[in-house]
């Protein structure tokens, strides 16, 4: 069980095989790495179904490779997108190996061994989370990273500061950790040295990249939507061949907006980043990286409020009119998502 999906495994893989399972999208949503959240949204797990599925079909139209086998009907059927007549939670997939770093400390600092991971290994996960950048909407990662010294204006392909809901004269490529307790943003050198990739595989990642950019960055416009950022997670099958895994260019893995609004889980984010919770959550997490901790959920004394009623009501329905309007099939009956947003910003301008 995942924080937001289950996973029904049907067939193992083995070392040399991929094996067969099904992604179960569940209404939980989950902010800041925290996991589980106390409330459910509405409807949530079965639009992000519909909206993986279509981008996954698309891509494949492309000759990019994925996991993706087809949605599952209440009937128990596994089929294409086109064929479905009504809403389904539950999508079948191709499942690889997932190799976990070991966790250890050193001096005091939280390090982790990623030695299993070499360039002839197969089938398997890449313990990364690869990034594209359009534009930097309010809440983007990259104006701390800039502020704290992490990454400088040169790493980005930029001459001066750039602003909130400024858009990017081309795509910025960025990459993190995907398994370790805390995602950790690393150079393009350290992510090829711990997941075991060759220099042309890296190059080989950042093309995939840029062509499901495209592609995604397509679909929103049908929807009215700008495509801010997002991120993929890649795997190699048994030929050590790249495929996109995990979901692709839903609300969850992607950051639109609509005229400036948000139009993702950033929402939320932003209503519990007024929160004492959330201060806490990043308090605890400098702490546990600072004296080698690796679960720091220990070190939050606080639970998550939960989400205001009228707010997670609204969020609810900006999942399954953005469903809706990417895929351009009324699975959901739902206002249409411009009166939505609006709505949504009225609501959250509203709450202390």
């Known amino acids: 069980m995942g924080s937001v999906k289950d996973l029904e495994v049907i067939k193992k893989p083995t070392i040399e095989s991929m ?34 599925a279509y981008c996954f079909e698309r891509l494949e139209e492309k000759g990019i490779r994925t996991h993706y086998r087809g949605l ?18 539950i999508m079948e997939i191709n499942l690889v190996n997932i190799y976990r770093p070991k966790a250890y400390v050193n001096c005091g600092k939280l390090k982790y061994d990623y030695s299993v991971y070499t360039p002839t290994l197969r089938n398997y996960l890449l ?32 001459e001066c500061m750039p602003k909130p809901g400024e858009r ?3 795509p910025i490529f960025d990459v993190s950790t995907k398994l370790e307790e805390s995602d950790r943003y690393v150079s393009w050198e350290e992510a090829k040295r711990i997941a075991g990739l060759t220099d042309q595989e890296v190059e080989e990642i950042k093309d995939l990249l840029l062509r499901v950019n495209e592609t995604i960055t397509g679909i929103a416009e049908r929807a009215g939507l700008v495509n801010e950022d997002g991120k993929i997670e890649l795997a190699f099958d048994p030929e050590r061949r790249l495929m996109v895994v995990d979901v692709v260019g839903t609300l969850d893995e992607c950051r639109f ?20 919770w959330a201060k806490e959550v990043e308090a605890a997490k400098k702490e546990a990286r600072e004296r080698g901790i690796e679960n720091w959920r220990t070190l939050v004394k606080t639970p998550p409020p939960n989400l205001e009623p009228r707010l997670k009501t609204l969020i ?16 959901f009956d739902t206002p249409k998502l411009e009166e939505i947003l609006k709505d949504l910003q009225e609501t959250i301008s509203t709450l202390k």
């Not at 209404?27 to 909206?51: N, Q, T």
């Not at 909407?137 to 704290?148: A, D, M, N, T, V």
């Not at 400036?260 to 980043?273: D, F, P, Q």
């Open 19 to 52: 094996g067969v399972g099904r992604f179960h999208f569940s209404d939980r949503y989950s902010v800041f790495d925290w996991g589980e959240m106390p409330d459910h949204i509405d409807c949530k797990g079965a639009a992000l179904c519909l909206m993986g």
């Open 72 to 89: 599952v009907n209440a009937r128990g059927q596994v089929i294409r997108f086109d064929d479905l007549d009504e809403p389904t939670n």
């Open 127 to 158: 313990p990364l989370e690869i990034i594209y950048r359009n534009g930097l909407p309010e809440g983007s990662s990259i104006f701390k990273r800039l502020e704290q010294g992490l990454i400088t204006l040169k790493d980005l392909g930029l």
């Open 168 to 170: 990017l004269p081309r």
């Open 257 to 276: 907006t609509y005229m400036g609004m948000h139009v993702s889980k950033e929402v939320a984010r932003i209503y519990y980043r007024r929160t004492d």
């Open 316 to 331: 609810s329905q900006m999942y399954m009119a953005a469903a809706n309007e990417m895929t351009g099939r009324r699975f």
